[in-house]
């Protein structure tokens, strides 16, 4: 007998037939003797309905006003699950996010957790009740409904199951597990039966999408064992844990994650004096552009060349801000590029070996890929390759890295 | 320069363009320097929609969990209209039934309210801000989320602006006032300046739609002067108020009401004994149905006939009902008619006017009407007909107590 937070998503409560279905595994849960907090989402496509309404009302709707629309959402989905548990014999009852209560700040759209009360929660497990808890949305100091941002009902699950102490949090998505990379890319990808905190922050902020990375900062933080399940197909997913918990046979590498979603900036022959890379990517900041990857060319003729990569909905507003800047510190053209593609390694085990990076760069160019950009961090290599070889380049380093499945596994998504 | 409550239902409501034109609307009064708060519902189909989803889920959903759901209409409401006030330029906050807070019993789907902390309702309007409350909804004592039935966004408006202490509340419907009968039934109906709480709570009850029962017992109780008007056409409504606000022409009749929603019951034959009455309604009112109108036939050969009125959608069960009681007090058949119709005429005028009953009796009998029940009340006469004489009875009972409008009203609904 155990505490476990359940969180199901969207497409897991997208109908009357789902949440039926959903109804049914909790019943089975409770049946074992497991107390159960439940976190749902707003049905499939009604957060899209909602923002579709606030903007045939005005372009650039007041942010508070938002949330008090987008929380409706997850509101709708307590109610109908719990009066489902209900109707089949299970004694349930729904919670809001400001009802739990879920304190937050008051970063509308964007809120943080600050605190949860645990109480009536508690209350409602000790008499026995499943509770049903609105992800994605709290409340702040003021009483103002506030949301988390999107996939933030992952970050409520684990939030409460940290406040609650729950033995495990489990996240009900549309796959199976955590894979070494995207099944729809390399085949041979597998399914992980562990990995790490970090390993799993290091893949969801290279572009893995199974779960939101304030989820898993939390999880570590909190160290609140989070598992990954498919909600509809049985399985034991993926557990995410702390490193001390895996076994020793750990691979160097755990998984390859990649994304397009970067465009690279370049600018040339900038004068190279002290404090020249505050005045490039200051401006940029303060337009509250996310700058990832940076690059300075080592200096010749007292010029050098910066390189730095943003998110491609940003490259035209960094280009503009850096033709300004060009102009203000005596720079000779600025370049852009979207069509880049970035690769990573990931894995605990880079820690303890060696060779890593080179391993990775010479399989990179025995299929002739060139290395435009590299990034490393304590357990992670990043390139930014032409875009046209990145397919290539993840099954390349998915083989040199022995991450394949010994054989097929059929039961991948 | 006043404090309004303005109510905008879900018509006014429906659409982007419509909350935009309430926008505009409210725009124009806040420029006269009024102090607005804003009650509105859920826009229209809304509340279907939540009560179909929660129907697809279960057949008989739990009153709790509904509420839940159900809040959520008004809630996206309010989001919508205050984001489009801001950006228009207006300061505006909107606030759920719970944040305002209006504390109500625990009566799910029905509940009343008990208290409203008007507090920071008032803060706010001294802030110079435009407060939209979603209507129909509250909080009870625990917390949990409550509705006040349908159509409860009315009585919010009235319970807002009897807290407040509000120069008016303007419920804007889609109808540009109360009428002396249903226009779609007498051409000639017109449009009421004024009329007591009392008249108009006789016609709600009586089944004129325009406003709800309660919100008019509200506002009798609390004296909150109350306009019903049209949302998008300019005019200056009905005003609903005290008695002694009406003018000395005051005519004796108000208005002529009517419904076609009861089913009258007879059961013939009973031996009359002392306490039989209690005997037959007992076992009725145990099974929730609600009894209008009761006629006792007199006594003959210590047999009598008792005849009442129930809701149409009652009539099978308590013909059941009453089929049992016939054979447990001995009364020999049991018969039932749907094929009626109520008329009454309303008027505090019949206060100070005798006549007003045998002049009603009499037009009705001149057209050859048949009048099969009789109740009245200080200022209401009804009496139940043929169905199919209903519109003959409306438009006779009209012109005989002088209702007809002087001349052709070309802009009533």
Known sequence: MALIVQKFGGTSVGSAERIAQVAEKIKGFKAQGHDLVIVVSAMSGETNRLIGLARDICADPDQREMDVILSTGEQVTIGLLAMKLKSIGIPAISYTGAQVRIETDSSFGKARI??????????????????????????????????????????TGVAL??????????????????????????????????????????MASLGSKVLQIRAVEFAGKYNVPLRVLHSFKEGPGTLITLEEDLSMEQPVISGIAFNRDEAKLTIRGVPDTPGVAYKILG????????????????????????????????????EEILRKVATDIGAREVAGDSAIAKVSIVGVGMRSHAGVASKMFE???????????ISTSEIKISVVIDEKYLELAVRTLHSAFELDAPEQDSDHI
Not at 121 to 144: H, T, Y
Not at 363 to 373: P, Q
């Open 114 to 155: 600050q605190h949860i009360d645990e109480a009536k929660l508690r209350a409602e497990l000790d008499a026995g009740k499943v509770v049903i808890v609105a992800g994605f949305q709290g409340v702040d100091g003021q009483g103002n409904i506030t949301t988390l941002g999107r996939g933030g009902s992952d970050t």
């Open 161 to 202: 199951a940290a406040a609650l102490k729950a033995d495990e949090c489990q996240i009900y998505t549309d796959v199976d597990g955590v894979y070494t990379t995207d099944p729809r890319v390399v085949e041979s990808a597998r399914r992980l039966e562990k990995v790490t905190f970090e390993e799993m922050l290091e």
């Open 363 to 373: 399989a990179l160019s025995r299929h002739g890929i060139n290395i435009l950009m």
């Open 283 to 318: 401006p940029v900041s303060a337009a509250n552009i996310e700058i990832d990857m940076i690059v300075q060319n080592v200096s010749k003729d007292q010029t050098t060349d910066f390189t730095f990569t943003v998110n491609r909905n940003d490259q035209r507003r960094t």
